[in-house]
RNA sequence: CGGGGCGUAGCGCAGCCUGGUUAGCGCGCCUGCCUUGGGAGCAGGAGGUCGUAGGUUCGAAUCCUACCGCCCCGACCA
């Protein structure tokens, strides 16, 4: 490609929206430009980096045995009741009206279009285990979309369903696409962990996450140092910790104590002289509308997703102390489980709390000698809180330590929640109908160049990964008004396309300096440029984006160094 | 949706507080000259409903009200 040809408006000057650095990069290296809050324009580099991740999926996903098809973005609202998910999506959901008025809404995601296909086309368990998927745009409605590619509310993704006979045939689809994930994102030439996940509003059983490391991911991992135990901390289980309360040991009245305007966990521990691991921490949110109480120790933070599912939530959500205080006329700040008239679900840890300090449920009032169990009942008990670096790997006991990541992955042993709810069977052996047992398979495709770049990046631009790059080769012509410098430019650009690379030429009556300074920012792996060198001695510059290496070598060595490095790093990336 | 911030040329910003001529600057863009190894220089030029609608005023980019859009923090998620 002529880059005299090219849409590829590069600035100096970062545009005040972007934050974090893939979001800057790629409006800078006129990858991306915006259309409205979380929907992009792919342009030309954009799209052909798209189309790199793309390929890659297609090819281990095929390879996996999964075959691609295409199903509708627009889809009817009595499939999603059906699922029963048209009341549970929430306002991330699209939803419009025909002309008829019927209801419609953009696909978030395809489970019951799939589900509704699989039943009318998969018929028997001769046909089984099937696997699906496709490369499309989706549409959620975030709540906040953000950091351009990262959080859109358009984006492209992978979606994968696969239909097995049983729970162990399923599985075994499952861990054929955890290996399958594996591949595509070694490929990709990325850092990345597979970590154990919440199940979140797709459902299911179990399922991974696959987190590109990455400093602005907007997850935390947690990572065993002595096993390969690694988790999202919304799923992070915490060992139930040993209960060291003595049997013998004795029970304290509860007094009341005034504390007055003392709503910190820190303030109210210096007064009583306690330390915060002595007091329980109320905190209310509102589940599904309705306020409930959680309970940790004060040092300890609630962990939400963790309180959604011990209580059975669909959504549970933060809300500040008025909104709290208009709907149960408590006195937030001086919180505690003793008399409190909301449900409680309390952490593991505080069950085996002795004598410790809560609120009052009192303004300006604690109380000390609580102790649960004797002063108040939970309505639910369990692992509530956010796991830390002090607590020790859940199948090993070893250290662990936490990292951010960004999800790009994301892999659900699914059952029978949506064959069941849509009456999707087949016939099996015997002749009886059973439900398929699913299995679905994501990946955020544009996200993933997202994620390569916060990974792959330095001062002065981007820097590719070898298999994502959307041209592997910039040929620099420093010297268009040469005849020598041009020709000799004009002709490697030939050689490297004859042999398949994938060059862009820059042809542009730029100045040096502007044709060295894009070539950084576009992150393009190899730099080939003709210019004074040549004019002297006959030699092309080499320059490996990465590592800043250079070398002054002849036409034909640079071309054939390149087809042959091209060559090797791709075969062993596959 | 709650909290914070911002909307002035394609991009980045100043001007607004304290209202008063033709609304500025840098980058980019166009023309010419010149220059050619890390985003050159000179000269000339094009480009603006100051987010929208009301209001206050002799007079509004500037003050007031409402609305719209965008960005950041939180819940959500590929």
Redesign the pocket.
């Known amino acids: 490609m002529r880059y005299s040809k090219l849409l590829l408006p590069?600035?100096?000057?970062?545009?005040?929206?972007a934050?974090v650095i893939s979001h800057k990069l790629l409006l800078?290296a006129g990858f991306i430009r915006?259309l409205?809050?979380?929907v992009y324009t792919y342009l030309p580099l954009g799209l052909r980096a798209l189309q790199k991740v793309s390929q890659i999926v297609r090819e281990e996903m095929n390879k996996a045995g999964a075959q691609e098809l295409l199903m509708p973005m627009v889809q009817q609202g009595d499939l999603w009741r059906e699922s029963g998910r048209w009341q549970k999506y929430g306002a991330?959901l699209l939803r419009f009206t025909d002309r008829h008025d019927r209801d419609f809404c953009l696909g978030p995601t395809h489970e019951e279009v799939i589900t509704d296909l699989a039943r009318r086309e998969l018929l028997s368990y001769r046909q089984l285990p099937t696997n699906l998927y496709q490369v499309q745009t989706k549409f959620?409605d975030?709540?906040?979309?953000?950091?351009g590619l990262m959080?859109?509310r358009e984006?492209v993704?992978k979606d994968g369903y696969s239909f097995d006979v049983s729970d162990e045939a399923a599985e075994t689809s499952y861990k054929n696409m955890y290996e399958a994930y594996h591949s595509i994102f070694n490929r990709c030439g990325l850092k990345f962990r597979a970590v154990e996940a919440d199940t979140?509003?797709?459902g299911g059983s179990f399922s991974h996450?696959f987190m590109v490391l990455a400093e602005t991911g907007?997850?935390t991992l947690v990572i065993c140092e002595q096993c390969n135990y690694a988790a999202n901390v919304e799923k992070a289980a915490i060992v139930s910790p040993e209960d060291n309360r003595d049997p013998k040991g004795e029970l304290f009245d509860m007094v009341e104590v005034k504390t007055p305007g003392m709503k910190k966990v820190e303030r109210v521990a210096d007064f009583m002289s306690v330390v915060p691991s002595d007091i329980i921490k109320t905190m209310v949110y509102l589940a599904d509308g309705e306020p409930v109480a959680a309970l940790v120790r004060g040092d300890r933070e609630v962990q939400?997703?963790k309180l959604?599912n011990m209580i059975g939530a669909d959504?549970?959500?933060?809300v500040?102390d008025s909104t709290i205080y208009d709907m149960t006329k408590l006195p937030v700040g001086y919180l505690g489980p003793v008399g409190l008239p909301l449900k409680v679900a309390v952490d593991q840890e505080v069950m085996q709390m002795v004598n410790c300090v809560s609120g009052a449920n009192k303004k300006g009032c604690h109380l000390k000698g609580v102790n649960p169990g004797r002063d108040f009942t939970p309505d639910f008990v369990g692992d509530l809180r956010q796991i830390t670096t002090e607590d020790a790997c859940p199948t090993c006991g070893g250290a662990l330590s936490l990292t951010e990541g960004i999800?790009?992955?994301?892999i659900f042993k699914l059952g029978t929640a949506y064959s069941e709810a849509m009456n999707a069977t087949f016939q099996d052996k015997e002749g009886g109908e059973k439900p398929f047992v699913m299995g679905c398979y994501?990946?955020?495709v544009?996200?993933v160049i997202a994620a390569a770049i916060e990974q792959n990046n330095d001062k002065?631009g981007i820097i590719f990964p070898l298999p994502l790059a959307p041209f592997q080769v910039i040929v620099l012509n420093?010297?268009l008004?040469d005849e020598k410098i041009t020709t000799a430019a004009e002709q490697i650009y030939q050689e490297l396309l004859a042999q398949g690379i994938e060059v862009l030429y820059d042809d542009r009556d730029e100045?040096?300096?502007?044709k060295?300074?894009?070539a950084?920012?576009l992150g393009i792996p190899f730099r080939v440029?003709v210019?004074?060198?040549?004019a002297k001695e006959g030699k092309v510059?080499m320059?490996l984006r990465r590592t800043g290496e250079t070398s002054t070598i002849s036409l034909k060595e640079a071309a054939d160094f390149i087809v042959q490095t091209i060559g090797t790093e791709l075969a062993v990336s596959k």
Do not use: C, Q, W, Y
């Open positions: 590069t600035t100096k000057e970062t545009p005040a929206e934050e800078r915006k409205t809050a979380g991330e959620r975030e709540i906040r979309p953000r950091f959080r859109g984006f993704m979140g509003s797709i996450e907007e997850d939400l997703v959604k959504e549970v959500e933060v500040d999800e790009v992955g994301h994501g990946i955020g544009s996200r002065n420093l010297g008004k100045r040096p300096g502007s060295f300074k894009d950084d920012l440029t210019g004074k060198v040549f510059e320059r």
